[in-house]
């Protein structure tokens, strides 16, 4: 099984819907993080949360939020999505070594 | 601000080395990573090399760090085309990784 496993892995939606992105991890990792890749633009960090009571904006936190429900579980929410918001969205978890593991990844379409 | 810089696009003939370079603006940085990304994957974690090393070799790898000039740099020797994907430079130290933008290495058969 995936250590690091995000749902869902696609989704189309409208401009204006509310969409929530999850992830979950087994490998007992504190850290988890949301990047977003675009062409070009390569990885840019979103959120990130080196624990279940810290929560930090990355670099391009506006129009989107988190939650983060257990050491294992960390959610993307986009409140009311956008045509720009559509990319490819990785959530990753880290220990304290700082390599971090990567989810499959989920393509999100806003039309 | 923390920045990771490298070349976008390389193309090299099957058999033949790569080498994908990087250059970082934070001096404090422990460790640095290459990442591999396949199509419609996720990214991988290559390989690492710690900030007091010169070098790190491991089968067809070579990581060359020079930190003086804050350059990085993976070799990879006899490119296969299984080796066509993005490779991403990485820095971090005890927060956050910055990530370069990434290199899409084509191999030619």
């Known amino acids: 099984d995936a250590d690091v496993t995000q749902t869902p892995r696609n989704r189309i939606t409208k401009t204006g819907k509310r969409i929530m992105l999850e992830c979950s991890q087994t490998?007992?990792?504190?850290?988890m993080y949301w990047y977003r890749q675009d062409p070009g633009l390569g990885l840019r960090l979103i959120y990130y949360?080196?624990?279940?009571?810290?929560?930090n904006k990355g670099e391009i936190s506006d129009g989107y939020s988190v939650s983060r429900q257990a050491q294992a579980k960390f959610s993307l929410s986009l409140e009311s999505a956008i045509p720009n918001q559509t990319a490819l969205y990785f959530c990753a978890t880290s220990g304290f070594s700082n390599e971090q593991f990567f989810g499959p990844g989920t393509r999100l379409t806003v039309l | 601000g923390e920045d990771v810089e490298q070349s976008l696009f390389l193309s090299v003939r099957e058999g033949d080395s790569s080498v994908i370079n990087c250059t970082y603006t934070?001096?404090?940085?422990?460790?640095l990573y290459w990442y591999k990304q396949e199509p419609g994957a996720g990214l991988q974690l290559l390989t690492y090399i710690f900030s007091n090393m010169d070098m790190k070799q491991d089968q067809r790898l070579t990581v060359l760090l020079n930190k003086k000039d804050k350059h990085l740099s993976l070799r990879i020797a006899d490119t296969q085309t299984g080796d066509s994907a993005i490779y991403f430079c990485?820095?971090?130290?005890?927060?956050?990784?910055?990530f370069g933008k990434g290199t899409k290495l084509s191999v030619k058969p």
């Open positions: 490998k007992g990792h504190d850290r």
């Open positions: 990485a820095e971090g130290g005890q927060g956050n990784l910055i």
């Open positions: 934070d001096s404090s940085s422990t460790y």
């Open positions: 949360s080196f624990d279940v009571k810290d929560i």
